[in-house]
């Protein structure tokens, strides 16, 4: 079971270990999403599934123990089966669905032989023990241990002695406290690697060259691809016609909305509603934003005022103002079905955000072929998980020529993993919202690096659970100190309180749209 993989990947990543029996674990990994999420190791199923782990880590004899040999032995009985994680309770909102248990006795076999394949038929070094049937299976120690017993230099007690099990002799020890240790020591490793993350991730940075800012942008094209290959996880381009479908689902005395669908791939789509100022005339260009709901949101909820008021109604707002407004549908919907999309990309090199960027590429090159829309004033404006969307996408997609984060911003790492801040990711059911090696290379600063030079904004209530001021401060000031003193952009970027909560204040930002992408116009 557990102890099986942990067994498993040691002995393939030291080789010191010259015997290594796995029960119960070695099998195909395909549905690793429906196993506990710490087994879900980015990138994993598109290089080591556990036939490749097999076939390319033992493959010669122990030179320096010649007693002992590199051999993976594997056993298949019966392990302690776990249905799910423990329930929801006061203070924890909810682990990750995952079970544990015997994959089918079939799929073991078949990848011990996919694992000889590769091998060209030389499993010298890997025997198979089929020890479970395929009815009720059967729990066999002794072959277990017969491995180490052929192998020993010195003599072991073949057969199991009989008589009572094995007891604790020393009345002082508690393996519950023990236990307790060695979790309260992996707790202070990851915070301690949260308070040095901030060093790592100025040295990755050191590339970045400030010395102009043409150098500027020709430098952090490393880093964009970077981000965008081994942290979003990059998805092939789209193969599939743009074929717009369209009908319309508002009729006001202002403008005109428009349900859209775009495709991306096959099964795949990409959808939002369009809103059209009426007084618009024929070849006039105009500015558009795009404005993102929030987690269980849909593009309604950014138009209608019954539907949820922390939108404002920006996306009306914005289009009775005279801008083009497209209001995109995210698939942040469904509660965890949404999420298995990140347990079931994750192994894959790729993650929800994959998705999102592609849709949001799909997105623009509609937008960027209507008559009315100024290509070059395509802007960005998303709240709560909009603003996670704002943060990740025009960082990757410079077509976007701005971008305002809304109630959502904040020192991204610490919001993952600190197990003190009560609005920590930690204590919820939200465990989408972890992604591959950021601590290492990208918080929420270094993110809005990649958006520098194009104008970049904040908008954040005083009392927005999300976070702290002092947090998000911290944050933000890392990028204040690129645009103003570095490449000397200072009237790019800016950070908005208000008194209230998670919402959108319609203030500063609507201001700041309005420079820089000059509307009003005269007209």
Not at 18 to 41: D, K, L, T, W
């Amino acid at each position: 079971g557990e102890g099986g993989r942990v067994a498993f990947y040691a002995a393939a990543l030291d080789d010191r270990i010259g015997i290594c029996p796995v029960n119960g674990s070695f099998g195909p990994q395909e549905g690793i999403a429906e196993q506990p999420i710490y087994r879900n190791a980015w990138g994993l199923l598109t290089e080591f599934g556990d036939a490749e782990v097999a076939a390319g880590f033992w493959p010669h004899a122990f030179e320096s123990r010649p007693l002992l040999f590199r051999e993976l032995h594997i056993h298949d009985t019966a392990v302690p089966k776990v249905d799910g994680p423990p329930a929801v309770r006061p203070g924890r909102g909810g682990a990750a669905p995952g079970k544990v248990g015997n994959l089918e006795l079939d799929a073991v076999e078949a990848e011990f032989k996919r694992a000889r394949t590769m091998s060209g038929g030389d499993l010298a070094h890997i025997r198979f023990h089929r020890l479970r049937t395929r009815g009720e299976p059967t729990t066999a120690i002794p072959p277990l241990l017969q491995p180490f017993m052929n192998q020993s230099p010195v003599a072991i007690e073949k057969e199991p002695v009989d008589g009572e099990p094995a007891k604790e002799l020393r009345k002082s020890f508690d393996p519950a406290a023990r236990q307790k240790r060695q979790f309260e020591q992996l707790v202070a490793f990851t915070q301690k690697m949260w308070r040095d993350s901030d060093a790592v991730r100025r040295d990755f940075w050191k590339k970045a060259d400030t010395s102009s800012l043409a150098a500027y942008e020709k430098s952090t094209e490393a880093y964009r691809d970077f981000f965008h290959t081994e942290v979003i996880g990059k998805l092939p381009e789209p193969t599939m016609p743009l074929n717009p479908r369209t009908r319309v689902v508002y009729d006001e005395p202002k403008w005109t909305g428009y349900e859209v669908m775009l495709d991306v791939y096959p099964d795949v789509f990409a959808s939002g509603i369009l809103l059209l100022p009426k007084d618009l005339k024929p070849g006039e260009k105009r500015p558009v934003v795009v404005c993102q709901h929030g987690l269980e949101g849909t593009p309604r909820h950014t138009i209608d005022p019954e539907k949820n008021p922390v939108y404002s109604e920006f996306s009306k707002r914005l289009c009775e103002k005279g801008y083009i407004v497209y209001a995109p549908q995210n698939p942040y919907i469904g509660q965890t079905h949404f999420r298995q999309i990140q347990r079931k990309a994750q192994p894959l090199k790729a993650a929800l955000f994959s998705f999102i960027v592609r849709q949001h590429q799909r997105t623009i090159d509609w937008l960027e072929t209507l008559p009315n829309v100024d290509a070059k004033r395509i802007a960005f404006y998303g709240l709560s998980y909009g603003g996670k969307t704002a943060m990740r996408v025009p960082a990757i997609e410079k077509r976007y020529c701005l971008s305002i984060c809304s109630a959502d911003f904040n020192e991204w790492i610490g919001k993952n993993v600190s197990a003190e801040l009560p609005m920590s990711y930690m204590w919820t059911m939200e465990y989408d919202m972890y992604e591959f090696d950021l601590g290492n290379t990208f918080n929420y600063a270094e993110m809005a690096y990649l958006i520098a030079p194009r104008p970049f904004m904040v908008e954040r209530g005083h009392d927005d659970g999300v976070g702290i001021d002092e947090m998000v401060d911290y944050e933000y000031a890392k990028i204040r100190y690129l645009y103003a003193n570095k490449l000397k952009l200072s009237d790019r970027t800016e950070i908005e309180h208000q008194a209230g909560g998670h919402r959108i204040f319609e203030k500063g930002t609507y201001e700041f749209l309005g420079k820089h992408l000059k509307w009003p116009e005269k007209k």
